[in-house]
């Protein structure tokens, strides 16, 4: 199969949605498919890479969101497809890329539509008593524009599901276990001193993932008493106003920034005693996943879906300061909490979700022969 895959919101330090694409391309075409992504970027590309080929489109710069770009021009993109003659689609972002439904009904292509970020969550940060039917109008747009709504989570199936969406279906993600492992390296001596609480946090640093939280939680964890330093791994629109905040209040972080190099990342994630993921709309949480791989276990915010994805490897807490489950996951045996933490990650291999994804590809293809249809169709 030709499977075209669509994705905004990308930056060159995207971290989660961009490991996502390129691990589930390169498991697409080590399988014999034929994955083409199209992303925006600052100049028009077309290459071949180790996740198949990758389109990239001038598209502009959103501003106050940290270099994201977003493809806006519908007929440049609508001709890009028509050139490419897809067996299917796979689109990553349900707003501004929802049309591309409706193109690819008309043209008898099946499509999914994958789910990275719950709608109820995201608008329930801007417009509390909005959030829910205005999230429930537009996953209604969406469930119909697409063959199929895949969420990588039960936690964000929930939405779809309490509309009565009847085209949703699971598939979880993965993490790179070879390279993310308790043996990956360590770099302690880089950012904590012996007898010093090293915890990490790693992610973008904006709003909707909520990084002051880890902030309050390094807070009140020496307000304990307990000899912590907070290492933050990641870059965006906050990271001048969290480094404010951690000088006057004469906080310990390092900020690392972002780290392009998945073993030094690694390494970090082995090195930490706890990792910190507070954001209350994740849907999967790559970076956590990464981090148990590494042994380490987690404390994540329980409004989102990590406390199903992290389990009982780690702690989740409610609110703006996750300190208690810190200090839960800290009363445990160091080897058995970083023994579960690993043995959590193992079930989630990039193997099984290329599996899940491709299942879904080849079943939306199958139906589309199954019922007569010609599959691709000019305009």
């Not at 071949?48 to 270099?67: E, K, S």
């Not at 469930?143 to 895949?150: E, F, G, K, P």
């Amino acid at each position: 199969m030709r499977i075209v895959r669509l994705a905004n919101f990308i930056a060159p330090r995207s971290g989660g949605l961009g490991t996502s694409l390129r691990e589930l391309g390169a498991g697409y075409l080590a399988a014999g498919h034929e994955p083409v992504l199209i992303i925006p970027g600052p100049r028009d590309s077309d290459e071949q890479t180790g996740q198949g080929r990758v389109i990239t489109l001038r598209a502009p710069r959103l501003p106050f969101t940290g270099g994201y770009r977003v493809l806006w021009r519908r007929r440049r993109m609508a001709a890009v497809l028509s050139a490419l003659r897809p067996d299917t689609l796979e689109v990553s972002d349900r707003t501004t890329l929802r049309w591309t439904g409706r193109w690819a009904r008309s043209h008898g292509v099946p499509a999914v539509m994958v789910s990275h970020e719950s709608l109820v969550a995201l608008l329930g940060l801007t417009a509390p008593g909005w959030s829910r039917p205005v999230a429930d109008w537009l996953n209604r747009r969406t469930a119909r524009a697409y063959r199929q709504v895949i969420c990588t989570t039960g936690w964000a199936a929930a939405e779809f599901e309490r509309i009565g969406a009847g085209n949703v279906v699971r598939a979880p993600l993965g993490v790179d276990l070879a390279t993310f492992a308790p043996a990956a390296g360590r770099c302690r001596e880089r950012y904590a001193a012996p007898g010093q609480l090293l915890l990490v946090h790693c992610g973008r640093l904006s709003a909707e993932k909520k990084p002051q939280r880890s902030l309050n939680t390094l807070a009140s964890v020496r307000a304990a008493g307990l000899p912590a330093r907070l290492v933050i791994a990641g870059d965006g629109p906050l990271r001048a106003r969290l480094e404010r905040r951690a000088a006057r209040d004469g906080l310990p972080v390092s900020f690392a920034g972002f780290l392009p190099d998945r073993a030094e990342l690694a390494a970090l994630l082995a090195s930490a005693d706890v990792v910190i993921a507070p954001g209350p709309a994740e849907t999967f949480g790559l970076a956590a996943v990464e981090a148990l791989a590494c042994g380490t276990p987690v404390v994540v915010s329980a409004e989102s879906a990590l406390p199903e994805v992290v389990g009982a490897a780690g702690a989740s807490v409610t609110g703006e300061d996750l300190a208690s489950g810190v200090q839960a996951v800290l009363s445990r045996p160091e080897a058995l909490r970083r023994a579960a933490a690993r043995a959590r990650a193992e079930g989630y291999d990039w193997a099984s979700a290329v599996d899940g994804f491709l299942s879904v590809h080849q079943a939306c293809a199958g139906e589309t022969r199954k019922t007569g249809a010609s599959g691709w169709r000019a305009a």
